[in-house]
């Protein structure tokens, strides 16, 4: 991966990525605490919704007689259609115990029957039955972990008779932080799909755009062209490598294009090349083009251009700029050298076709070219 760009952009998206991910990990973990502790706020506030709805539905004190749970008149041991109204006005799991024994439940055992007869685990036992303190955390229900709110039935006389019991299941809280992290990820998808194209948008105007001029113009000198001053923005790094470019074209001396003339018999195109130096003498060129850059195009059209040509191709041959090329192929245009005709395609702007003439055609020495 050797483009500049493309190592911009990806350390940019990888730091991008890592940063996300970064972010995502504090995320989770912070929503585990949360989530854990909405849970056990609802499991708390449901258990006193629910006691308050069985006070309503079933008035009286909670008693045991022959060996049932009974709430005033109404018998609560396998009162299976109040639980289940619990269970589905909260979303919850709903029990009530005779002591330590469920007698009625939404529970279910791993054969998929209600868990009646089944015991509570001795922590919460102690803490309820033998403390008579509300419970309220994780607890072991039936071999699951469920979030669970837990409080002591009372008779008349104080004596504690059982437990009501509201739980809600570890998957509770676990949708809850995947629901959050899933959409914390699509909204950092698209952030970072943004950031990207912005970061690319950034990279191609403002370093790889001016970095690319400075590259071409460069290229000009390096082929002999009188390349004009850059003015190119952008950071300030490359404000100094344009500067410096600027600094070297001042300084370059200007005879050190033009040294060596071609001659009329040297072949590669000299023979129209010379013809042309010697029309605009003593005046030279017209500002801007010089004899090295003009004989590397004369010897490229004259050994290489089979037919008609355009700026760019010719520009892919002798490695120069298009913008640049064409006011040569213009001035030999001018010359009578080359022949400029335009192209109309299906769609798009016409393209200009450059072909050869076979002779040059100039006026009396040291006049302009005719047109």
Known sequence: MRSLKMQILVLILGSLFLLAVSFMAVLGWYMKDRALAAAIIKAKTDLATCSEIVDRTCPGS?????????????????????????????????????????????????????????????????????????????????GQIFQTAYRPLRADNGTIVGMFYVGISHNYDQEMIADSLKKMALLGGALTVAVGLLAWFFVQRVIIEPLHNITMSTRDVAAGHLAEKIDVGGPSEIGELAGAFNQMVERLPLSSFSETRPSADDGSGGDVLARICHSLEPKGLPKGLN?????????????????????????????????????????????????????????????????????????????????
Request: charged fraction near 25%; proline fraction near 2%; include cysteine.
């Open 62 to 142: 909670w008693r045991v007689e022959g060996g049932l749970l009974y709430k005033g008149s109404v018998e609560i041991t396998n009162n299976i259609p109040l639980v289940d109204h619990l269970a589905g006005l909260t979303g919850d799991t709903v029990t009530f115990f005779l002591g330590d024994t469920r007698v009625a439940t939404t529970v279910r055992g791993s054969t998929g029957e209600r868990a009646i007869g089944t015991k509570v685990s001795s922590v919460v036992a102690r803490k309820v039955l033998k403390e008579g303190q509300n419970y309220l955390g994780q607890a072991n229900v039936v």
């Open 291 to 371: 004899e090295a850059t003009l004989r590397q195009i004369v010897v490229f059209l004259s050994d290489k251009a089979v037919g008609p040509v355009s700026a760019e191709e010719v520009a892919e041959g002798v490695r120069l700029t298009r913008v640049t090329v064409r006011r040569y192929l213009e001035f030999l245009e001018q010359c009578g050298a080359l022949k400029g005709e335009l192209k109309y395609g299906s769609v798009g702007r016409p393209v200009k076709l450059f072909s050869r003439t076979g002779q040059a055609v100039f006026t009396d020495a040291g006049a302009k070219p005719r047109e």
